[in-house]
């Protein structure tokens, strides 16, 4: 009787969430109110981990509460530690949650809020919560083993190299596309440039103070660098204003990529007490209180959404990034659905710290949830803004022109009415001389948080001070991720070339470590460095790049998931990772594969090297581009980028070799064939 | 109450400092006394350097973020 009530109880909420999915999708014409969204979101993630999750633990996964985890039998009280669960909940969090589900969803909403927000929630509980979970619990079943070490125990050697090399084509483009949202976001903005340039003498001050002054008193250094960091950004309005202090602060995107390859290379090599640690501990609590706060204001405020539901854009001709709603819509949202990166993190480091095996259902699955639900507020905050504030800011020169007027006139044309005061108004709002072309998602993404902001806490000159911490807070970690996936690209660089070159693997080498890290910072400098120069915005080219690498990550992890499941004879239960597997392969694949071969030279990076080398040999400009030289790049570039979707095709297709001869094997085999460490009870229980 | 509300703060506490990656030092130095008293325990600076690095100082798959 007790369990049916609870199930009317479920049954009710997921009425709730299906009737609000119902209001976002079906009402056309007016305003809908943010809440809907938020709601639908919730009561259906809610719903999701009640039943699904569940269904996973006991019936697929059959996790033993009786299971002795690595963290209880290895327990050294330093990287084994049996950890309370929410406590373990929010490490997890912070090390999956970045600047991904925040840029994704901004970047999708030029097709309308719709069919992001359907494929957020859709995607993260068909295909990215259940990998996290799988992933956790597999490697917590291999005593907290990385998913390269799986692969490869699981199935083979040369799939396990594989998957190595295509986790550091991964981290390149990864770190290439964050280091670009930075300069995009910084180029000719002053304030912006001023505040994350004195992260670093206060990222460095605490570093100090941790290591001399008061050794590892994070608590208060860390309260005293926030105090610093707001101090900084009210000095940066004050430079911002100023004629001379202004000029020195304002860079062109060129220089800001010279300078962060610079940085990359110097942070990369220095001790990790200086900065990099300092300044992760600043950027995690920044990013838990931003997420927090945005979620109260959404809360408190709830906003109307003012981007219609579905534009004209999901035919492909968007001005942010080309390409139709299938495959780029599940490309262009990649984190906050699924994230092949989480895979990573699922194995590793969070198990050597999961107490109880079952917990890793509310890690796992849970914490993937989360992470889906600070996209949806990342999806809110790009629809509250004005849809021709969102055009203006988003569309490369190229296509709109490059003044107030120009740009105004365009966007109003695709039916988002906007004049170009506005525009400049806006502009001044934030304490910035232009919104124009600032594509990449973080800018937008900041533009919504400072009006929500603002909202709550109405004041004047509150807008700039809001837009510029947003920024700034973007910044932070995706500074701490340049310099922290430098030097994790460099460690997996040795390894690999290690497997060509012993000596190069030893990393208490000083030359080695040199060479390693030169070669990580210069194949992300490349890559960086173009897509700053690409008048076609660059955003374009590497995020889709981005989007399938990461998917693709994700289609691995989950290959790995299948082979596992079929192998612990588990296999009427495969379909359970099969699907979301084959849905990621077949968008990726096809993605690729229109980049690759699509006539359309906006879209298919080949069309673009063909179209450019035949003007080239015309002895023709094509504009953009300005010169001969220019031209050259154009075509370098495409051809450049081509390489790299090749090399993901074959990386995946590898792995899909390895996968169904394995899988196939063990399919016809009558017994257990996995590579589990065998069951050893807890202690005392 | 006031017993609740220090266990409350120790349990923040521990949960801001797991954010960033740092276990309990308490935690530690119980596991140390019950299962090696034969081997020394370290200062609390100490077990923050030695965690700083293993966070950050590489090995392999170290330091793991998500983009």
């Known amino acids: ?685 | 109450m006031f017993n609740d509300l220090s266990r409350m703060g120790k349990y923040l506490g521990q949960a801001a400092r797991m954010l960033v990656g740092m276990p309990d030092y308490d935690t530690y130095v119980e596991h140390m006394q019950s299962k090696h008293p034969d081997q020394p325990v370290m200062s609390y600076e100490d077990f923050f350097r030695e965690r700083q690095d293993a966070r950050y100082g590489g090995g392999k798959g170290r330091p793991v973020r998500c983009c």
């Open chain 1, 1 to 685: 009787m007790n369990r049916l009530v609870t199930h009317l109880a479920w049954l009710a909420l997921a009425l709730l969430g299906a009737t609000a999915l119902g209001v976002v999708a079906l009402r056309r014409g007016e305003a809908i109110n943010a809440l809907w969204i938020v709601v639908a979101a919730t009561a259906i993630y809610l719903v999701a981990y009640r039943y699904y999750s569940l269904f996973i633990a006991t019936r697929v996964m059959q996790l033993d509460p009786l299971r002795a985890t690595p963290a209880v039998l290895n327990n050294d009280g330093l990287d084994f530690v049996p950890t309370n669960q929410h406590v373990l909940f929010g490490h997890h969090f912070a090390a999956i949650a970045g600047a991904g589900p925040l840029v994704g969803p901004v970047l999708a909403a030029q097709m309308g809020y719709l069919p992001g927000t359907l494929w957020l929630i859709a995607g993260v509980v068909l295909a990215g919560a259940v990998q996290d979970f799988l992933v956790l619990c597999i490697s917590t079943r291999r005593n907290a083993r990385s998913l390269g070490d799986m692969v490869r125990e699981e199935m083979g050697r040369i799939p396990g190299t594989i998957a190595l090399f295509g986790c550091f084509l991964i981290m390149v483009i990864i770190l290439a596309v964050l280091a670009l949202i930075v300069v995009k976001a910084l180029a000719h903005s002053p304030w912006g440039m001023f505040t994350v340039i004195a992260t670093i003498p206060i990222a460095m001050f605490m570093g100090l103070y941790m290591r001399y002054i008061r050794p590892g008193r994070i608590g208060e250094i860390s309260l005293i660098g926030i105090v610093l960091l707001l101090a900084s950004i009210w000095l940066g309005g004050a430079i911002s204003t100023d004629p001379y202090w202004s000029e020195v602060f304002t860079f062109s995107g060129v220089q800001i990529t010279w300078m962060l390859i610079g940085y990359g290379f110097v942070a990369a090599v220095l001790p990790v007490w200086l900065i990099l640690a300092p300044r992760d501990y600043l950027s995690t609590f920044l990013k838990i209180g931003t997420i927090v706060a945005l979620a109260i204001g959404i809360v408190i405020l709830n906003p109307d959404l003012k981007m219609p539901a579905v534009t004209q854009f999901i035919d492909g001709s968007g001005p942010v990034w080309k390409g139709a709603l299938f495959p780029f819509l599940f490309i262009t949202i990649a984190c906050g659905a699924v994230s092949g990166f989480h895979a990573l993190i699922a194995s590793g480091t969070t198990p050597k710290l999961l107490a109880n095996e079952t917990q890793a259902r509310y890690i796992g699955y849970g914490g993937m949830l989360m992470e889906s639900m600070v996209a949806i507020m990342a999806m809110v905050a790009a629809a509250v803004i004005e849809p021709g504030v969102y055009f203006a800011m988003n569309s490369p020169p190229a296509i709109v022109g490059a003044d107030a007027a120009s740009v105004a006139a365009a966007v109003s044309n695709w039916g988002f009415a906007i004049t170009p005061e506005a525009l400049e108004g806006v502009a001044r709002d934030i304490g910035e001389t232009t919104i124009l072309a600032r594509a990449g998602g973080a800018p937008t993404l900041a533009v919504g948080i400072a009006q929500i902001l603002h909202q709550v806490l109405p004041s004047a000159g509150s807008m700039a001070f809001w837009y510029h911490f947003a920024i700034l807070f973007e910044a932070l970690f995706i500074l701490t991720a340049v310099d922290a996936g430098t030097r994790a690209g460099r460690f997996m660089l040795q390894d690999l070339l290690g497997s060509f070159v012993p000596a190069l693997r030893r990393t208490d080498s000083w030359g080695a470590n040199m060479l390693a890290t030169a070669g990580c910072v210069m194949l992300w400098g490349y890559l960086l460095y173009q897509g700053v120069v690409d008048p076609l915005g660059g955003i374009n080219t590497l995020w889709p790049l981005f989007g399938i690498s990461n998917q693709m990550l994700a289609g691995i992890a989950l290959m790995l998931c299948c082979v596992v499941l079929i192998k612990m004879k588990r296999q009427r239960y495969v379909w359970v990772t099969l699907l979301p597997a084959a849905w990621l392969l077949i968008c990726t694949t096809v993605a690729s594969l229109i980049k690759l071969f699509d006539p359309n030279p906006a879209v298919g990076f080949l069309a673009l090297a063909n179209k450019y080398a035949v003007a080239l040999d015309a002895g023709q400009v094509l504009a953009p581009a300005k010169d001969l030289g220019q031209m050259q790049n154009v075509i370098m570039n495409a051809y450049t980028n081509a390489g790299l979707s090749v090399l993901f095709l074959v990386v995946v297709f590898s792995i899909l070799f390895y996968a169904l001869k394995v899988g196939r094997a063990a399919w016809i085999v009558e017994e257990r064939t996995d590579k589990e460490t065998p069951f050893q009870a807890i202690p005392g229980a």
